[in-house]
């Protein structure tokens, strides 16, 4: 999860995640990024085990709950690798999360930008 390089782009707020099956069928459910420190310019990787292989993943929600003080959080983009298939797919959002700053969402609908989507070796 990479945080914007601009000015007041962090957050101390709770991230959460869903990751978006293909064709939407199943998802992940609504996961809580913790251990990250959502700083400008960071990229925070987590590693997160399912039960059930999602990948590819026709898209992701990312979002937060909008607590504390600077909660607002300028959020680049999102890249997820599965392991099991070898796919890394890049979802861009360089957009605020925000409720004072540009549309007011604090939770955002990506999509992959297929140009990007690697195979990697397992």
Not at 48 to 65: A, C, K, W
Request: proline share 2%; hydrophobic share 35%.
């Amino acid at each position: 999860v990479m945080t914007g390089d601009i000015r007041g782009a962090g957050t101390n707020s709770k991230i959460h995640f869903v990751m978006h099956g293909h064709k939407g069928v199943k998802n992940s459910g609504k996961l809580f990024l913790e251990g990250g420190t959502f700083e400008r310019a960071q990229i925070d990787i987590f590693n997160v085990e399912l039960l059930e292989l999602l990948s590819p993943l026709s898209r992701v929600t990312i979002g937060h709950d909008n607590a504390g003080i600077s909660c607002g959080w300028y959020c680049e983009k999102v890249t997820v690798y599965c392991p099991f298939t070898g796919l890394e797919q890049v979802f861009p959002c360089g957009r605020w999360l925000d409720e004072d700053e540009g549309d007011g969402l604090v939770e955002r609908e990506l999509y992959e930008m297929v140009s990007l989507r690697q195979k990697k070796q397992k």
